[in-house]
Every structure is written in C-alpha cells, then in structure tokens.
C-alpha cells in the first residue's frame, strides 16, 4: 500500500473518533440551562460527560489495539439504538449510532491492514 494511504488509513479512524467525542461532549452544556448552584451544576456536567469519558478510554485503547476499536465503536452503536428505540425520531439513531459503526469499519480496515501501517524497521 502507498505510503500516504497508509497514513490516512492509520489516522482517520483515530482523529474521528477524538472529534465524535468531542461532538458527544456538546450536549453535557445543557446543564447550564437549568440555573442550579455550582455543586449541583458541576455533579450534574461530571454525569453528562460520561458518555464522552467512556468514549475517550476507548479511542486510547483503540489507538494501540484497532481490533478492540472495531468491537467496541458498533458494539456502542448497537446499544444506543438498543436502548433509546422508539424515543428520537431516526435521524437521531442515524447521527448518534452512524458515526459509531462507521468508526468501527475503520478501526476494523486499520487492523486488517496493520501490517502495511506499521513502519518498516
């Protein structure tokens, strides 16, 4: 494989996950609508940010193991769609759990093309 395919092979699933993450973090910002003192506020931003939490441990052990990345990212999806069915209309699904399986599908291509990403020593 050539070299610069090599390289967005290697990086995009990494950078596409980091910024899903941070696209899932926006939505932690709808605890300063609700006018509470600031324990309450910080209690309540720290339980929205799990997602995000849950997502970033992920992307670190995907970035070192891209199998674990190819299991876990649709596996989320999965339980997304699972969990909260029948409460969003579907674009809901399609923006929250796409992302998911797509990240998946490029985890999954970077660890079945590890060989060719690794550098030549």
Do not use: C, N, Q
Not at 52 to 76: K, M, N
């Amino acid at each position: 494989m050539k070299t610069s395919t090599s390289r967005v092979l290697l990086w995009t699933p990494r950078v596409l996950a980091l910024l899903f993450a941070a696209f899932i973090s926006i939505f932690a910002l709808d605890v300063f609508d609700e006018h509470h003192g600031f324990w309450p506020t910080a209690f309540a931003l720290a339980m929205h940010l799990i997602p995000t939490a849950i997502l970033l441990v992920l992307v670190a052990l995907a970035w070192r193991w891209p199998w674990i990345g190819a299991v876990a990212f649709p596996a989320l999806g999965a339980f997304y769609i699972a969990s909260f069915w029948g409460r969003f209309p579907w674009p809901t699904y399609l923006i929250i759990a796409g992302p998911l399986f797509l990240l998946g599908a490029l985890f999954l291509l970077s660890w079945i093309r590890r060989a060719d990403l690794r550098p030549a020593a």
